[in-house]
């Protein structure tokens, strides 16, 4: 079964960064579009970071835009979430998702167990 583990979770101050890591294991890594998402209290999740399969394109949320970068290692089956500048509301789980459209519409998806962030002085 495919099994994704998120690390690098924390307490920070404002304007801090961190790095997120998501170690993936029990599927075929490299074809997988890799996800980053949040959620915040009350709040639904939603998308904050996205890289195809061999890096060459990422998409980000427009609150994120210019302060995270999105990476991946193929070769270690990892991606990476680095955030900078940090802000309070930045403040949610994040939770690293591995994507894959299938024949006839269909999609298989990955999920992580999601790792806190929290931004606060």
């Known amino acids: 079964q495919g099994q994704l583990v998120e690390s690098g979770g924390g307490l920070v101050q404002p304007g801090g960064s961190l790095r997120l890591s998501c170690a993936a294991s029990?599927?075929?890594?490299?074809?997988?579009?890799m996800s980053w998402y949040r959620q915040a209290p009350g709040k639904e999740r939603g998308l904050v970071a996205t890289i195809t399969s061999t890096g060459g394109n990422t998409n980000y949320a427009d609150s994120v835009k210019g302060r995270f970068t999105i990476s991946r290692d193929n070769a270690k089956n990892i991606v990476y979430l680095q955030m900078n500048s940090l802000k309070p509301e930045d403040t949610a789980v994040y939770y690293c998702n591995a994507g894959l459209q299938l024949p006839f519409g269909s999609r298989r998806d990955y999920w992580g167990q999601g790792t806190q962030v929290t931004v606060s002085s």
């Open positions: 029990g599927f075929t890594f490299g074809p997988h579009v």
